[in-house]
């Protein structure tokens, strides 16, 4: 123990956990700083074999440092790690790995350009000759013990991200860590993939192994951890048993430290004017799509990742052209429409690739504001920045963007506060029409939530076409939910039919 | 144009293709790695000098022709401190070495130029020379051009069946990646340049000991960035680049020839000619899409951890 155990390390009430099999791995007062941050401070804790751990918290509660300093990327300032009672260092990496401790990134950290096998044996291979074939058989033995249906051969570039996170469980499997570590495992995956997922952690758990899950997701966290550790701002304030946790509800004010109420409260209004009317619209992945948003309305696109959405949403955002048929926006045609688009009440874009297209990191908020509002800030041919630097200070100080100083880099915020600031922009705008790619994808409980907020609040002017991959997202949101699959929109129906909506599953999959 | 034409024009493309081919080559390693190196016209430049200055001295080509690609290596070491050791930025990196290259073999060479070198003459292959047509293109050269033969071949095989070719390709791909699988990249990319330097070293190396035996300001003249515009074209696979040296070489010396000839068409047109294809070669490759085929992480210098 530490010699003065804080707070937040007595949180960890030992009786909670029953003590019959010595922890697999044991943090002992772990801090880690960056300057003046405090991104990990004083963490204790233990997992045992064949547990499965869920740790929660915001974005920035230091979720990722930990895990970075267990993964030997990062090392920690002081406290120390055991590993079956041992103390232990991890330098770098390959210690780490060489310890049995095995990480799957979020993003994954696979050669997209190498095989499957080729990136499993990537820094495990045993001599210097190594020959393509016997990789694959060495890992096709591997897939088939664990029953993993992926093929050895097969490129990543031709993987869904479902088979390309198998692949990241293969590359343990063959180190054989004994504590595994996924970072927010669910976020890209389907429901289905998500199921198959937490069926492989269970077994890998049956094995005796020790897992540890990141996840924002509370439903998921109930569902699948034996433990519960929740960390806020660095600090760990609790670790308790699953089952004793009564509810969502219960678990997401542990995490936040206040209530949260997880239902949103949206009143049923009627829509007005269409704003967006796509009619026969066939091209690259779509097939004769049909889709009428109307002012006042969310319409919720929902489907499997790669079923059509992006070329949809590309076409309408004005990215790609049209194939056949016709796109018609705010009443115009397309070709028309972004000929000559205006700044203001027009159409607003809010991409999932936050940092590839919606803001430049190496820019500052304000030249990020300006990004498409600059017109509003004219004079002549002369930009307006000290007007513009003014409103963004007010916009970020409304939108709750942290930090917000409006000369610092986009680059510097984080995920959570990156999208803040891209929607602050866009609703700045008073677009009639918006289309909102995966809005709250990798977002925290508080920041989903304002960002649920701003987008019902936007629907008030609005017609809305959220892109999502969350149901749980788009039966909160949603007024209207249409499906897709193979770029066909399989069926378009309002969130109250309940018959219909029981069967977004089977449509998602192209039956039903 | 008759046979007896046309063979030795071949075996010209194939004697003016072979320093391109060098350093194609050498340009592909260091680019696998993950490493844009546009130093090597530069790297050539030094190759070239050292090598002739070396071999005049010890009377010994082979130590000559060795030290070109050592000196050369010990240029990219430059463009390895500067991006692997500083993360500077990759390309006014490499363009700082081709101007500091060039401008110092040019200054070192000064009294060197016109000095009749040492170096390596043709030697037909035995049984291998008698073969009709192609033993005349491919089998009466010099030795460094058999050696060229082997070269895309091992180097193949190197990215394909080897440990260090498999990790050398993956920091190239996704360094962070191979990073958490344990690899060292910054040593990796170290490995990468020194090996590029060294084989681009050894490309000016053969202009100056074989192609011709006589030392010149500008020898060079362009080939480095040819190299560069084939790795391009190559896709980054070293069989396709023999092809591409060898039909670059192929318009050398089909403009040489054309002018010993004496055509009504100006000479400088005719010079011109190997580097609008280099142009033409580049539009062609881009417009096919497979400029897509880069190491996703070429000229990405990997951050130091936060």
Excluded at chain 1, 66 to 79: K, T, V, W
Excluded at chain 2, 87 to 100: M, W
Excluded at chain 2, 246 to 270: C, E, H, K, N, W
Aim: proline residues 5%; charged residues 20%.
């Amino acid at each position: 123990m530490s010699p003065n155990p804080s707070p937040a390390s007595l949180a960890l009430d030992p009786t909670a956990i029953p003590p019959s099999d010595p922890p697999l791995i044991r943090l002992e007062g772990l801090s880690k700083s960056f300057g003046p941050v405090r991104a990990s401070h004083d963490i204790s804790f233990a997992i045992r074999p064949g547990r499965i751990l869920a740790l929660l918290g915001e974005n920035g509660a230091g979720k990722s440092t930990l895990m970075s300093m267990l993964a030997g990327r990062l090392q920690p300032d002081s406290g120390r790690i055991f590993l079956r009672g041992e103390e232990a260092r991890f330098d770098s990496p390959k210690d780490s790995i060489a310890a049995g401790i095995g990480m799957v990134y979020q993003n994954f950290m696979l050669v997209n350009r190498m095989t499957v096998a080729e990136n499993v044996l990537l820094g495990q291979e045993k001599h210097f000759w190594v020959s393509p074939k016997a990789m694959e058989r060495e890992v096709g033995e591997l897939t088939r013990r664990f029953n993993l249906p992926i093929d050895p051969g097969a490129g990543i570039w031709e993987l869904s991200m479902g088979e390309r996170q198998l692949v990241e469980i293969l590359k343990l499997l063959y180190r054989q860590s004994q504590v595994l570590i996924f970072d927010e495992p669910t976020a890209v995956l389907t429901p289905v993939e998500a199921q198959h997922l937490f069926e492989a952690l269970r077994n890998m758990a049956g094995q005796g192994k020790s897992i540890i899950f990141i996840s924002h997701k509370l439903e998921e966290v109930l569902a699948v951890a034996d433990e519960v550790a929740v960390l806020r701002r660095g600090e760990l304030v609790g670790h308790w048993e699953a089952k004793d946790i009564q509810s969502k509800e219960e678990l997401a004010n542990r995490m936040v430290g206040r209530t949260v109420s997880l239902e949103i409260a949206k009143d049923s209004r009627m829509p007005g004017e269409p704003v967006l009317r796509v009619e026969h619209l066939t091209g690259p992945r779509l097939d004769d799509v049909n889709l009428v948003v109307r002012q006042g309305e969310i319409m919720a696109l929902v489907g499997v990742a790669g079923n059509g959405q992006k070329e949809l949403v590309e076409t309408v955002a004005g990215l790609r052209p049209p194939g056949s048929g016709s796109v018609k926006i705010l009443g115009t045609d397309w070709k028309a429409f972004f000929a000559n688009p205006s700044w203001k009440e027009s159409l607003s874009y809010i991409p999932e690739d936050r940092l590839g297209v919606a803001v430049c990191r190496e820019m500052t908020l304000t030249d990020n504001f300006l990004l498409t509002t600059r017109q509003g800030f004219c004079r002549g041919p002369w930009l307006r920045r000290k007007l513009a630097r003014q409103t963004v200070a007010e916009k970020v100080a409304e939108f709750n963007v942290q930090p917000g100083r409006p000369d610092m880099l986009a680059g510097r915020l984080s995920g959570g506060n990156l999208q803040k600031l891209v929607l602050a922009r866009e609703f700045y705008r008073n677009s009639r029409l918006i289309v909102a790619e995966q809005p709250t994808q990798g977002l925290d409980i508080s920041s989903t939530e304002e960002v649920w907020r701003q987008l019902l609040q936007a629907r008030e002017h609005a017609g809305i076409l959220l892109v999502t991959g969350d149901l749980r997202e788009a039966m909160t949101l949603a007024d209207r939910i249409a499906v897709i699959f193979r770029g066909r929109i399989m069926d378009d129906f309002p969130v109250e039919d309940q018959e219909r909506m029981k069967r977004i599953g089977l449509l998602m999959a192209g039956s039903g | 144009m008759p046979i007896e034409l046309i063979i030795p024009l071949l075996a010209a493309a194939v004697q003016s293709g072979t320093p391109i081919l060098y350093a194609t080559l050498g340009e592909m390693i260091t680019e696998k790695s993950g490493v844009l190196n546009l130093g090597v016209e530069g790297m050539m430049m030094i190759g070239a000098l050292s090598a002739f200055w070396i071999s005049l001295a010890t009377g010994n080509p082979w130590l000559g022709f060795l030290m070109g690609g050592v000196c050369a290596a010990m240029l990219a070491a430059m463009h390895g401190l500067v991006c692997l050791g500083f993360q500077g930025n990759q390309v006014v990196s490499g363009l700082a070495l081709t101007i500091f290259g060039v401008g110092l073999a040019n200054y070192l060479g000064t009294p060197l130029v016109g000095t009749q070198g040492i170096g390596f003459s043709k030697v037909s292959l035995p049984v291998l020379a008698d073969i009709p047509v192609l033993g005349a293109i491919l089998f009466h050269q010099d030795v460094l051009v058999y050696l060229s033969f082997a070269l895309p071949v091992l180097i193949w095989a190197f990215f394909r069946y080897t440990r260090l070719g498999l990790h050398l390709r993956s920091v190239g791909e996704n360094p962070v990646a191979a990073a958490t699988a344990g690899l060292n990249v910054i040593g990796l990319r170290w490995l990468g340049v020194l090996l590029g330097g060294f084989l681009v070293g050894l490309g000016g190396a053969y202009l100056s000991l074989a192609y011709i035996h006589l030392w010149t300001n500008g020898l060079t003249a362009g080939r480095g960035w040819i190299a560069v515009a084939l790795v391009i074209f190559a896709f980054w696979r070293p069989g396709r680049a023999v092809f591409g040296a060898y039909l670059f070489g192929g318009v050398m010396a089909f403009q040489l020839r054309l002018q010993a000839m004496g055509t009504d068409i100006p000479a400088s047109i005719l010079m011109m000619l190997p580097y609008a294809l280099t142009i033409l070669v580049l539009i062609a490759s881009t417009m096919t899409g497979r400029g897509g085929e880069a190491p996703a992480a070429l000229a990405v210098n990997m951050e130091p951890e936060e």
